[in-house]
């Protein structure tokens, strides 16, 4: 079956979305790259639901504007209610500083994120003032497909929190066991979150460049020596690098499956022990054609 044959068999009718920006309020400001890109919802749903497959429910998901101060610490809450384990338990305070450090220069530079337990697309501040229409769009396209993603398939999101969990647990608190007993189970359950991380943010990142070229959208984000700074301390930080190989692996290897037809896609969905074949370290061949 071709790409095009399943998007015809399984594309829905696109549902007429709400209006987000009717809950949308930020005090004393106007950002008019997301007030032009909110015009457009209606085509970036569209485009998400054809893309995928899937319906997409924007009755329960809220928009808000924060600080990338604001955007850190609220996706740290949201973690934890997805895992219940603190990413740093019983870190030192250095580690603790070094963590808070490289989350905010990571937060910084993104335009938007999703939480799904606060039921949250939040918009970040930072990133507004300089980003373009087609920039807002892009991020919005990416960040509600992680929304379809939640409401098709909960069932693995549940799953990759539960071996996010796992590997938290071990890596924190698994000091009884043998050194390498420890080692190993720490790096089984990395494997599965990053297999399963890199599904979900591969078709995020896949859609959304198929969107920009289909409406020949140029996104731009102007940076500042404040954002080039923070830019560069993320990129020498090394602990988002599972974060960039979710994106970079992720992609390459989600765009081979999405060729095979929309069917291929929801059974790596269906399956979180199929995706952790198919783009984890358990399959030696995750990295030749599929």
Known sequence: MTRQDSFQQRSPTPAAPPALNETFRVEGRSYKGLNQALADLPAITSSVQSKTGWNLNLSDVRLAV????ELSRRSVVDDLRRTGVPATADASLLTQAFNRLEALAYFHGVI????????????????????????????????????AQ???????????????REYRLWSNHGSDFPRDEQLRQSQKFLDRV??????????????????????NLVPEVRLGPIDLALGLTHRFMSGMRHKVGQY????????????LGLNEVNELFKSPRYTDLVFGRENPRHATPC
């Not at 990053?194 to 409406?215: C, I, P, Y």
């Open 66 to 69: 924060v600080s990338p101060q």
């Open 112 to 147: 938007a994120v999703y939480l799904p337990k606060e039921g949250a697309i939040l918009m970040n501040e930072a990133r507004l003032q300089s980003a373009s229409k087609d920039a807002v769009k892009s991020a919005l396209h990416h960040e509600l497909t992680h929304v």
């Open 150 to 164: 939640h409401q098709r398939y909960p069932a693995f999101v549940e799953a990759l929190d539960k071996a996010a």
């Open 194 to 215: 990053q297999a399963r991380m890199s599904l979900l943010e591969g078709q995020a990142v896949t859609l959304q460049r198929m969107f920009e070229q289909d409406f």
């Open 248 to 259: 970079v692996q992720g992609e390459e290897i989600f765009k081979r499956i999405y060729d």
